[in-house]
């Protein structure tokens, strides 16, 4: 088994900036991709970003490219979402995932879950 707690969600208003982190614990050797993933009310969860093990890839959701930054610390079995220029849109609750499939962005494909985080972005 995986275990995932999330940190750092709140209450920003727009053009702010928060870092949320995820702290991975168990059989995290199994693990080849982590992602973050966002479902705001009335909506699908939706990808917002991955990375591979090793770090070597990363993907972001067009709606985040260049405001997003996903990075991880092995050497702490943490992950990153460094979220700037926040938007009113962004409002969400942000989950960690983890999945044993290589640099995939499916939702299905993660095996793993965090409890999530709410992220509020006043305008």
């Known amino acids: 088994q995986v275990q995932l707690v999330e940190s750092g969600g709140g209450l920003v208003q727009a053009g702010g900036s928060l870092r949320l982190s995820c702290v991975v614990s168990g059989r995290t050797l199994s693990i080849n991709t982590m992602g973050w993933f966002r479902q705001a009310p009335g909506k699908d969860r939706e990808c917002v970003a991955t990375i591979t093990k090793s770090g070597g890839r990363t993907y972001y959701a067009n709606s985040v490219k260049g405001r997003f930054t996903i990075s991880r610390d092995n050497a702490k079995n943490t992950v990153y979402l460094q979220m700037n220029t926040l938007k009113p849109e962004d409002t969400a609750v942000y989950y960690c995932?983890?999945?044993?499939?290589?640099?995939?962005?499916?939702?299905?494909?993660?095996?793993?879950w965090g409890q999530g985080a709410q992220v509020t972005v006043s305008s």
């Open positions: 995932a983890a999945a044993t499939r290589w640099d995939t962005q499916a939702v299905v494909a993660y095996n793993y």
